[in-house]
């Protein structure tokens, strides 16, 4: 069943257009990853999401219902932590946490109470005088003590330290186990990658790539380290070979998946000492894309 | 010396200029504008020794003086119209100076620190206090543009009596007022933590230093020296020139600007003189409901304001007791006047009272709505928006706290007055009556609210509109009938078809008509709302 649903979504600002026909689907249970550089539009789409703002056309239903008519509605069963999170100075943090748990009905004070121990955070303090950190572990305690179906979180983790990275990462798989839905935007990849079934790439207010994380390696290349007891030779005459860097007799190189075979059958002929291969990152495949990209681009012009 | 605590002052200063520009240019503009057309008419009032007579009597009645400030000796009054100009435009000009000022400086000292942007500036290589002391200059620049505007644009008139001497004196002791207000407002943003807190705490030292000058004015002179406002009156500006108050507040304005200086240097960046307690782990029971938040969110201001009302609206009922007395005093309006006729002129003055305290009153309901405003400006709306809270259900807890706070500041009103006239009052109006009068203007309240609502609804960066139209109200109220200003312009303003109790009897339909008024801009405002797109 599809929690999420986005058709053709575009948003303009006066003349520019920040989202240019986004589409994107979430399947019940499964966390979305949703990643792009600054400004690409990943923040635009998840207001528009939220009925914050309006779509200018297109359609993006939630629980099969309009995201801006029934707002409302669909909020009862939706958590959504900011990348920026603004609190009210003058109350405490505790206090903003039951008021935005209360906004959603009757909420479950013990799973509060877990959460802010967990996450380690002292609630008696004003709000005025919290770290990024701190704000943002307000809306992460208040999103996570809530009873929702669908968690959105844009870039929630920016100011988080590592081992609270790690509890909110804990977090999100237990809601995950739930069956519960999960949208995920972020820019840092590795985060993507341990959490993440599926993502969207966005750029310039356009979904470019989108897909199971398998599905997205295909298209993509691994790292590979060797050395060999003889002299490595031939290595650059192989087709999909890329970026062949040569220090103290060790090659380290990029292979296209579907050429690994053909790869390691030669290099073996020359007596492997040391071989290690590491699976791409999120990284590579954004830059491939771009690489990619960009190529066209220049070819078209 | 100088680049441990003054460098970079000027790129700072430039800095601000670029950020303030506008708002300088509207208030110099505004402020200055208002006082050289009302000057320009003066050569056509008060032409005959009658009339200067007649009003130089008014202006020693002590509800005048309460108002407005001293009088002037009744020789000076018939030498020149310039005394009347001084009594009717200088104490409010000097407090219009005074709220821009203190504006100003607590949104360029406080309002920058809490949104961060003192912190970037901090950490480059910039004097510890080059910042408080960038907007001392910028004060002090804004000020001195003022009196010289204020003083070369009203000598320009050539009005007889009114020569430059004079003028520049009117303009330099409004220039001096502002200045004295914002070093204070540069004192008070060291001691608290938001820029909130700076405008609302300077606002109340404001109203203070007005109401020891009016008590002052009144009964015991000794009291007005106390007070920043008690000297800004005592110039005779256009009569005597007494230049010793200029010396005095400048004297004052040194003094803050140094302790503002001191205290600065001395605190951490984003903290106080008062460190805060440690709160609540959650949330009371009245903070849950969306009324009771938004009521909570807001209730120093509304506490503040209702205060405010009350103590001014006392003060103005206690005078009503010198104002007895002064009838009796003066056997020549004795011989004149009827005994009815006094008993009107009496209540002519309540409801003058009633009215401009309905005015000042109407500020906070206008405020309620317009809070919404900062709040989403700052990013607050989206915690609430995004969760299962509607547009509609919040803003319509707003209008009903705006139509709570208007209940709460008339019968503060109602109550103060009345309370005052009592205790000097033989026969004062009754509970009721005084209630009834200050009840009228509600509808009157309403429409302000619905206009806040209206253009914060459909267009967030109009609803500063609301105070031109609420400043429009106080022109026509304060100055309409001296100025004989058309009907039809009277009549924009709503506060003209009130029913002034209780000269006048209430007429409902005027009500009812202001009251769909203001119902069909709730409604506008309701739709508009729920179609924009929201900052944050």
């Known amino acids: 069943m599809s929690i999420l649903v986005v058709e053709h979504l575009t948003k303009k600002f006066g003349s520019f257009t920040a989202l240019?026909?986004?589409?994107?689907?979430?399947?019940?249970?499964?966390?979305?990853?949703?990643?792009?550089?600054?400004?690409?539009?990943?923040?635009?789409?998840?207001?528009?999401?939220?009925?914050?703002?309006?779509?200018?056309?297109?359609?993006?239903?939630?629980?099969?219902?309009?995201?801006?008519?029934?707002?409302?509605?669909?909020?009862?069963?939706?958590?959504?932590?900011?990348?920026?999170?603004?609190?009210?100075?003058?109350?405490?943090?505790?206090?903003?946490?039951?008021?935005?748990?209360?906004?959603?009905?009757?909420?479950?004070?013990?799973?509060?109470?877990?959460?802010?121990?967990?996450?380690?955070?002292?609630?008696?303090?004003?709000?005025?005088?919290?770290?990024?950190?701190?704000?943002?572990?307000?809306?992460?305690?208040?999103?996570?003590?809530?009873?929702?179906?669908?968690?959105?979180?844009?870039?929630?983790?920016?100011?988080?330290?590592?081992?609270?990275?790690?509890?909110?990462?804990?977090?999100?798989?237990?809601?995950?186990?739930e069956g519960k839905t999960v949208l995920f935007s972020s820019h840092i990849l590795s985060e993507v990658e341990k959490l993440c079934d599926r993502v969207g790439i966005i750029r310039q207010g356009k979904i470019i790539e989108t897909g199971s994380l398998d599905e997205?390696?295909?298209?993509?290349?691994?790292?590979?380290?060797?050395?060999?007891?003889?002299?490595?030779?031939?290595?650059?005459?192989?087709?999909?070979?890329?970026?062949i860097e040569e220090k103290d007799g060790e090659y380290s190189f990029q292979v296209d998946s579907e050429k690994i075979d053909a790869v390691i059958r030669h290099i073996s002929q020359f007596g492997v000492v040391k071989l290690e291969s590491s699976p791409p990152t999120l990284e590579d495949l954004f830059l491939r894309h771009y690489e990619r990209v960009g190529k066209q681009e220049a070819g078209d012009a | 010396?100088?680049?441990?605590?003054?460098?970079?002052?000027?790129?700072?200063?430039?800095?601000?200029?670029?950020?303030?520009?506008?708002?300088?240019?509207?208030?110099?503009?505004?402020?200055?504008?208002?006082?050289?057309?009302?000057?320009?008419?003066?050569?056509?009032?008060?032409?005959?020794?009658?009339?200067?007579?007649?009003?130089?009597?008014?202006?020693?009645?002590?509800?005048?003086?309460?108002?407005?400030?001293?009088?002037?000796?009744?020789?000076?009054?018939?030498?020149?119209?310039?005394?009347?100009?001084?009594?009717?435009?200088?104490?409010?000009?000097?407090?219009?100076?005074?709220?821009?000022?203190?504006?100003?400086?607590?949104?360029?000292?406080?309002?920058?620190?809490?949104?961060?942007?003192?912190?970037?500036?901090q950490a480059r290589s910039v004097g510890k206090v080059a910042y408080t002391n960038a907007v001392m200059i910028i004060i002090f620049g804004a000020n001195v543009l003022l009196s010289l505007l204020i003083g070369i644009g009203i000598g320009l008139l050539q009005i007889e009596g009114m020569d430059w001497q004079s003028t520049m004196l009117f303009g330099s002791v409004l220039g001096l007022t502002g200045l004295v207000f914002g070093a204070m407002t540069l004192v008070i943003a060291q001691l608290v933590e938001s820029a909130r807190s700076v405008t609302m705490f300077s606002l109340?030292?404001?109203?203070?230093?007005?109401?020891?000058?009016?008590?002052?004015?009144?009964?015991?002179?000794?009291?007005?020296?106390?007070?920043?406002?008690?000297?800004?009156?005592?110039?005779?500006?256009?009569?005597?020139?007494?230049?010793?108050?200029?010396?005095?507040?400048?004297?004052?304005?040194?003094?803050?600007?140094?302790?503002?200086?001191?205290?600065?240097?001395?605190?951490?960046?984003?903290?106080?003189?008062?460190?805060?307690?440690?709160?609540?782990?959650?949330?009371?029971?009245?903070?849950?409901?969306?009324?009771?938040?938004?009521?909570?969110?807001?209730?120093?201001?509304?506490?503040?304001?209702?205060?405010?009302?009350?103590?001014?609206?006392?003060?103005?009922?206690?005078?009503?007791?010198?104002?007895?007395?002064?009838?009796?005093d003066i056997e020549l309006i004795e011989q004149f006047l009827a005994a009815d006729m006094q008993a009107e002129m009496t209540e002519q003055f309540i409801t003058l009272i009633i009215a401009i305290m309905t005015l000042i009153g109407t500020i906070p309901v206008a405020m309620t709505v317009l809070h919404l405003k900062g709040e989403e400006m700052r990013g607050f709306m989206e915690n609430m928006f995004s969760r299962a809270t509607s547009r509609h259900r919040v803003l319509a807890n707003y209008v009903l706290l705006s139509i709570f706070v208007s209940l709460l500041m008339q019968t503060a009103l109602a109550v103060g007055f009345w309370s005052g006239c009592v205790a000097v009052l033989e026969e004062p109006m009754t509970f009721l009556t005084t209630l009834k009068a200050a009840f009228v203007y509600l509808p009157a309240m309403w429409l302000f609210s619905g206009i806040a609502v209206w253009l914060y609804g459909w267009f967030p960066k109009l609803t500063p509109l609301v105070w031109l139209y609420l400043s429009y109200g106080f022109f026509v109220m304060y100055l309409g009938n001296l100025l004989d200003m058309p009907l039809w312009l009277r009549n924009i303003s709503v506060f003209e078809h009130v029913a002034k109790i209780p000269l006048e009897e209430v007429k409902v339909f005027p009500l009812a008509i202001i009251v769909i008024i203001a119902f069909l801009f709730f409604l506008f405002g309701f739709y508009h709302f729920r179609k924009r797109d929201l900052f944050g």
């Open chain 1, 20 to 177: 240019d026909g986004v589409n994107m689907e979430l399947k019940e249970g499964e966390v979305y990853g949703f990643i792009g550089p600054n400004g690409a539009g990943k923040s635009t789409t998840i207001r528009i999401l939220l009925g914050i703002i309006k779509a200018t056309s297109g359609s993006a239903k939630i629980f099969g219902k309009d995201v801006w008519k029934d707002a409302v509605e669909i909020h009862k069963r939706v958590a959504y932590v900011p990348g920026d999170v603004h609190l009210w100075p003058n109350l405490t943090g505790g206090e903003v946490i039951d008021i935005l748990l209360k906004m959603n009905g009757k909420y479950d004070k013990k799973k509060r109470d877990r959460f802010i121990e967990l996450f380690d955070f002292d609630p008696t303090k004003k709000c005025r005088a919290y770290s990024k950190g701190n704000r943002q572990k307000v809306a992460l305690i208040a999103a996570f003590a809530s009873d929702a179906d669908l968690f959105i979180f844009d870039e929630p983790t920016t100011g988080l330290d590592p081992l609270m990275e790690t509890y909110f990462r804990q977090s999100v798989l237990e809601a995950k186990q």
């Open chain 2, 1 to 121: 010396m100088y680049g441990k605590y003054m460098k970079r002052t000027g790129l700072i200063f430039t800095l601000l200029v670029k950020q303030l520009r506008w708002k300088l240019f509207v208030w110099l503009f505004a402020i200055t504008g208002i006082n050289v057309l009302v000057a320009s008419f003066y050569p056509s009032l008060y032409k005959d020794v009658a009339s200067r007579l007649a009003a130089s009597m008014t202006m020693e009645n002590p509800a005048m003086i309460a108002m407005l400030g001293p009088g002037y000796e009744t020789e000076a009054y018939l030498a020149s119209p310039g005394p009347f100009f001084a009594n009717e435009m200088l104490l409010f000009t000097a407090i219009a100076a005074a709220i821009m000022n203190i504006l100003l400086v607590s949104q360029s000292t406080r309002g920058d620190e809490e949104a961060g942007r003192l912190e970037i500036v």
């Open chain 2, 204 to 328: 109340m030292v404001l109203i203070l230093s007005y109401l020891i000058r009016a008590i002052g004015d009144v009964n015991y002179e000794w009291l007005s020296y106390a007070s920043p406002l008690g000297w800004t009156v005592r110039t005779k500006v256009f009569a005597d020139d007494d230049w010793l108050p200029v010396i005095v507040l400048s004297v004052l304005t040194v003094f803050f600007g140094l302790l503002a200086l001191y205290l600065h240097a001395k605190r951490d960046i984003g903290s106080g003189y008062f460190t805060p307690r440690k709160g609540r782990s959650h949330a009371s029971k009245l903070l849950l409901t969306p009324f009771g938040f938004h009521l909570w969110m807001q209730k120093t201001n509304i506490a503040a304001w209702t205060l405010a009302i009350f103590v001014l609206s006392w003060s103005m009922g206690f005078v009503m007791g010198d104002m007895e007395s002064y009838w009796q």
């Open chain 1, 216 to 243: 997205l390696r295909y298209i993509t290349r691994s790292n590979f380290t060797v050395k060999t007891r003889e002299t490595l030779s031939g290595l650059d005459e192989l087709e999909g070979v890329y970026h």
